[in-house]
C-alpha cells in the first residue's frame, strides 16, 4: 500500500503506526512527493492512517504491483536523459547495434542513426546469451567506445546490465540502464540498479506476464528510481513464422494500468528485418512512447542477431514514416 | 503444384501428363488466368510440363499452400464488394454488431456505421457458441434484418457460416461470406463456401499458425473461389489481461507470403472496448487492408460480447482516427 | 441447469413452470436418471422448482457446462462397446492406423493389434488434413475394410466423422465415432453425432481448454447421448521438440470436474515413436482410462504419421508395460 | 565442440592448434575424462584436431550445448549426495517446504518426511518472488534450520541460490545447491554455483524451451561441475486450469538428448495439492530419475504457495505409489 504524505509533514507518526501493527515500510521520494510503501497488506492499519493529519491519501492499488501502478499516479510519467523524452506526449528513438562489436562500427553507426534523428544510441557491452559458447559481448572495452560515440555525436547512451558487477561502471558510465528480457525477474540486480537512481530500460520478459513486469518495476522503484521505462519486446506462442510473438495489446494495457512510459522493441520479435518498420509503426499507433531498433553499419557482417538489425538507410525510411505517423496522432519527437 | 497455361492454350495435353503421371488435379480459372492445380508434388511431371508449348509457367510455392501463395502471383489481389475494396491500397471497415439480435438493433446500428463511414455491415445470424447454453443466434430471421439494413443504408453485408446447411442461404443472400475462427479447419465447409463463388472472409483459428489459414484459403480457392479476405483476431498465448493475444505480425508476414488481402479483427482479441481503437490502428500501420469492427447501437444490451462493442460515436472517432493514419501512410479508403 | 426427475414422476409441471418463466429446455434420459436440462440460468426459477415435489434436485454445475459436469453425477461413468470398457476402474486401449490405407493393411494391422491385447481397433476413412494436396482419406471403402477387421478379430471399431454427411453411414458401421482435434467445436456435427446415441470418442482441440472440451461433450450429450469418452491429445505451446505438449494435467484435472471417463492419445503429441511409451505410461499413470495409439504392420509405408506409428513389436511391448502399471496401480483392463 | 584426450596424453599441443586458429577453449576433467572444450565451431581446426596422437575423439553435438549432450557421453550420468542417488536406474525423492519458515516447522517436516522414505530435504531460505512485497525468505538463519534438520535426520539438503551472493554460504552449508526457473539463464549465477563443483539442481524456466535448458546446464559444467541434475516443474501455455503446464514429454526428451539424470517438480505446475500425485506418478511412468515435492507440517499455515504443499500423511500415500510404480518398471530407490 501506498501512503502519500502531506507537503512538509513528518514521517514519523506513520512509521510508528506501522511499525506497531507489525507491518514492513520504506520510505521514498518519488515524482516530488513524500511517500511510505507498506506491507503485507493485511498489516497496515489503513482506516488509522488515512485519518492521520500527515496522511493525505492511502492508496491500494489492484494487483500485486504498487508504486508503478495509476492508482496512485494518475498522470503519465515522463523520463528524459540527453535530449531523449519518453512519456507524457513525447516519442523518442532509441537505435544502435545489438553488440558494440567494435570502436568503428560502434562511431559509424551512431553517425548514422544521430542523422537520421535518433535520440539515443544503445549498444550491448555484455550479452545475455543462451550458449556459453556464442559472442559474449566486449564489456568494459565495448562501454569505452559507447561513450566515445556519446562524445561525439551528443546521443545519450543506452547500455544492458548483466550482473549486479557491472552496476558501478554503467552507472558510471551510462545514461539509461537496460535489464534484459531474460533478467526481468532477476530480482537483485533490479534492486542494484534502482539503487543508482539512473533512468531504467526495463524489458518484459518473453515468458512473463504485463503484471509481473509491473512487479518488477515495483523492486526498481522501491530503491528510490522513478524513471523507469517499460518495454515490450514479443514474448513466446505456438507461432514459428516469427521470433517470438509481439505482444502489440501490452501497449495499450501497460498504459492503462501503470503512470510510466512504455517502448517497442519491434527487432527481437520480427527476428528478420522486413518485419521491423510495420511492427514499429503498429507499436507507434498502439500508443507506444518510443522504440529501441537494432541498427547496424553492416548488418551482415554483425556478431549477432545479423538478420533483423536494419542498414542505416531503411533506419532513415522508419524514421520518416515513424514522424509522419507520430505527428497525424497528435503526439511528437523532440 | 501450379501450371499456369498460356492465354487461349487448351489444358488437354497438361492434364493427359498429369494422369499419366499419377497426379491429381484441378483446372480453374482464376483472376483471369488459366490455372491447373496438380498434386502431390512427386507425381507432378514437372520438367515435361514446364517444356510444354500450352504452359507458361510451373511454380512450386514454397510451404504445403499453393493457390494462395505470392509464389505464382506477385501481385496484391483485390477483394471488392459492394462498394467496399480491400487491397491493393484500398482499406475498407466492416462494421456492426457481433449478433444481429432484432430488427431495430440491426437497422440502427448500420444508420450509425453507414454514417461514419463503413464500408460493410457485419452481424452473426448463426453464433457458433463453446456452450449449447449461450445465445445461438436467430438464424434466417436475422438475416433478413441484414439484407433490410442493406437495403437501407446500401451496405454489402458479411454473415458468417456455421455449417454447410447455411450456406445456400448465404449464397442468396449476403455479399460476403464469413468462415469463423473454429470452422478455421472445417474442410467441408470451406469447400462448400467456395464453391458459391462469393468473397470470402476467412478468420484465423485461435489456435492455428499463419501457414495453416494459408491451406484453409487453399481450400476454398481450389473450388474457383479467388476473393478470399483474410482475417487475424487474435491466438491463445499464457497472457491474460487480453481475452487473445493480437498477433499484430501475422500482418505483415500474411502480406509477404500471400497475394490475398489481409484484414484485422480488433474487438475478440481485446476482449474489452478500451483496448479495440489502439489494435485497429496498430493493424492499419502494420499494412493491414480493413478492419472488421464490433459496434452495437446500445452495447449494454447485447446478446453476446457486450463488453467489446463499440458505442455508434466511439466508432465515428475510430474511423477518424484510422482515415487520418491510412492517408498519412499513403493509402486510401473509397 | 440440470433439474433431476423423481423416478416415475411426470415432467410436465416442470416443463410448465420453465415454459412461463421464458427459459429454454430439454428433456433427455441420461444413465438411466430423467432430466430436465434448462437455461439461460437467469430464467430458470430454482426455488420453485427445488420445491416441487416431482424434483429430486436441481443443480447449478460450476462453469459453462452442466451434463458433463460431476456436479449432478458424482460417480464416474463407464463406456463401453463390444467389448472395450473406459472408466470406473476399468482402462481400454485403442490401437490401429492412422489412416486406413488398404484393406492388407487394414487386416494385418488389426491382427497384429489383437494378438497384443488391444480392445479396439482405430483407422481413418475420412481425415481431416490441413491442406487440401495431403491424402483426403478413401472414405466409404476404407470403412468396409474396417468392418472387415471387426468381423475377423471381433475388435470394435472407432472411426472419425469428419462431416454430417459422413453420419449416417458412421451410425451404420462403427461401434464408436469419433470427433477430432479440429472439429471439436464444429457443433453441428457434435448435435449429429449425439443424435445416433453411439459412443462418442471426443477429442480436445489442440488450441482449446479444458473447460471447453467439456462444453463441446454437453453439445452431444444434450442430444440423449451419455456415452462420450474424452480424449487429451496435445495442445500447442512455444515448445518445438516435441508436435505438440502433452497436457498430462488435463487427466486428473477433468476426471475431477467431470463424470465421463478420459483417455489419452499419445502418438499425436509425441509426433516421433520413441515418445510414444513414456507419454502412453505417464497418461496411465496420471489416472487415464484408456489410450488410443496408432499402430501400423508397416509404419515406414505409411500415408500419413509415419513418424509416430509404432511397429506391431513395439505396441506389444507397449501393451506388457502398460498392464503391469494399470495392475500396480490397482486398476484393471477387461 | 567436446575434444576427448587420451587418458594420460598431454593437453598442450591442442591447446596450441587451438589458440592458433583462434578458438577460444576451456580444459576440463569431467566423469573422469580430460576434456578440452572449443568454440566457436567454425574457428577449430577439427580435422587437425582428430588426426593428433593426442585425441581420441573430437565431437561436435548437434545444437548449441556439447556437454550436457549424449553425443559424448552415451551412457548415463548418476548424480548422488548424501544417500540420493538420481540417474543410472536409480529414483530419490526431495521432500520438504517450499519455504523454510521457522526452526520447529524445518524439523517437524524434515521428520515426516524421513519417515515416509524421502532421501533429501528441500527448503526455500532465499525465495524468489515476482512482487517485493510478498515473504522474501528468512535467509542465512533458514539455512541454520536446514543444517540442522540434516543434523537430525541424516537427510542432505538442496537449498536454491537466489544471487551469487548466496553461493559461498551454500557452498559451505548446502549438500546440492538448486538453481529456480526465474534464474535457469541468469548466467552469472549458472557460472557461480558450477565453480563450486557441488551438485546442482537446475530448474527449467516457464519460458523456456528444453534445449536453453541444456544450454544453461552447459554453463554450469563448462566451470567443471558435472553433477548437473535437470527438472522440469512446468512451462507457460494458454491453459488456465493448472498454474503451469507441465510439459511431461520434456522427460523422454531429455533423456534422450543428454546424459544428465532428469527429475520432476509436480507441485509448481499443479498448483493445487491434488493434482500433486497423479503428476508425480506420471513424471516417473515418464522416466524421471526422481522428484522434488513440497511437503509441510502444516501447509494451511504455509508463508508461501500453501494450496500445493502436501501434508505428511499425503506424502505417505504418494511415496508408497511410486514405490509400486518404480519397481513394476524395473527401477529403484536406494
Not at 559481448?137 to 562524445?151: C, D, F, I, T, V
Given at each position: 500500500m501506498i501512503i502519500v504524505l502531506r507537503s512538509g509533514e513528518s514521517a514519523s507518526e506513520v512509521e510508528g503506526l506501522l511499525s506497531d501493527a507489525g507491518a514492513e515500510y520504506r520510505r521514498l521520494v518519488l515524482y516530488d512527493r513524500d511517500l511510505v510503501v507498506a506491507w503485507p497488506e493485511r498489516s497496515v492499519p489503513a482506516e488509522k492512517l488515512t485519518n492521520h493529519p500527515a496522511v493525505e491519501a492511502v492508496v491500494k492499488a489492484p494487483g500485486a504491483y504498487q508504486l508503478s501502478s495509476r492508482a496512485w499516479k494518475p498522470d503519465d510519467t515522463k523520463v528524459s536523459f540527453g535530449g531523449a523524452v519518453f512519456g507524457g506526449g513525447y516519442v523518442s528513438i532509441i537505435a544502435g547495434p545489438c553488440s558494440a562489436e567494435s570502436r568503428e562500427q560502434v562511431l559509424e553507426t551512431a553517425r548514422h542513426v544521430k542523422k537520421a534523428g535518433a535520440h539515443a544510441l544503445r549498444g550491448g557491452c555484455w550479452k545475455p546469451r543462451t550458449s556459453p559458447y556464442s559472442f559474449q559481448?566486449?564489456?568494459?572495452?565495448?562501454?569505452?567506445?559507447?561513450?566515445?560515440?556519446?562524445?561525439?555525436?551528443?546521443?545519450?547512451?543506452?547500455?544492458?546490465?548483466?550482473?549486479?558487477?557491472?552496476?558501478?561502471l554503467l552507472e558510471a558510465k551510462a545514461d539509461c540502464i537496460?535489464?534484459?528480457a531474460r533478467n526481468m525477474q532477476n530480482t537483485p540486480l533490479l534492486r542494484a540498479v534502482g539503487k543508482t537512481g539512473k533512468p531504467v530500460l526495463l524489458k518484459r520478459g518473453f515468458g512473463n506476464t504485463i503484471d509481473e513486469l509491473l512487479?518488477?518495476?515495483?523492486?526498481?522503484?522501491?530503491?528510490?528510481?522513478?524513471?523507469?521505462?517499460?518495454?515490450?519486446?514479443?514474448?513466446?506462442?505456438?507461432e514459428r513464422s516469427?521470433?517470438?510473438?509481439?505482444?502489440?495489446?501490452?501497449?495499450?494495457?501497460?498504459?492503462?494500468?501503470?503512470?510510466?512510459?512504455v517502448i517497442a522493441d519491434p527487432s527481437h520479435p520480427a527476428g528478420d528485418k522486413s518485419l521491423v518498420e510495420p511492427l514499429a509503426l503498429a507499436a507507434l499507433a498502439a500508443g507506444a512512447d518510443g522504440l529501441i531498433v537494432e541498427v547496424h553499419a553492416w548488418p551482415e557482417k554483425a556478431l549477432s542477431d545479423s538478420k533483423q538489425q536494419l542498414t542505416p538507410r531503411e533506419f532513415q525510411e522508419l524514421m520518416e514514416k515513424a514522424r509522419l505517423l507520430v505527428e497525424a496522432l497528435g503526439r511528437r519527437m523532440p
Open positions: 559481448g566486449w564489456g568494459p572495452k565495448a562501454l569505452e567506445w559507447m561513450a566515445e560515440a556519446r562524445e561525439e555525436t551528443g546521443l545519450p547512451i543506452v547500455v544492458e546490465a548483466l550482473s549486479t558487477d557491472n552496476v558501478p537496460q535489464i534484459g512487479c518488477s518495476a515495483d523492486y526498481v522503484m522501491l530503491e528510490g528510481c522513478g524513471s523507469v521505462i517499460l518495454c515490450e519486446r514479443g514474448i513466446r506462442s505456438y516469427t521470433r517470438f510473438t509481439f505482444d502489440i495489446s501490452a501497449i495499450p494495457v501497460l498504459k492503462k494500468k501503470s503512470h510510466l512510459p
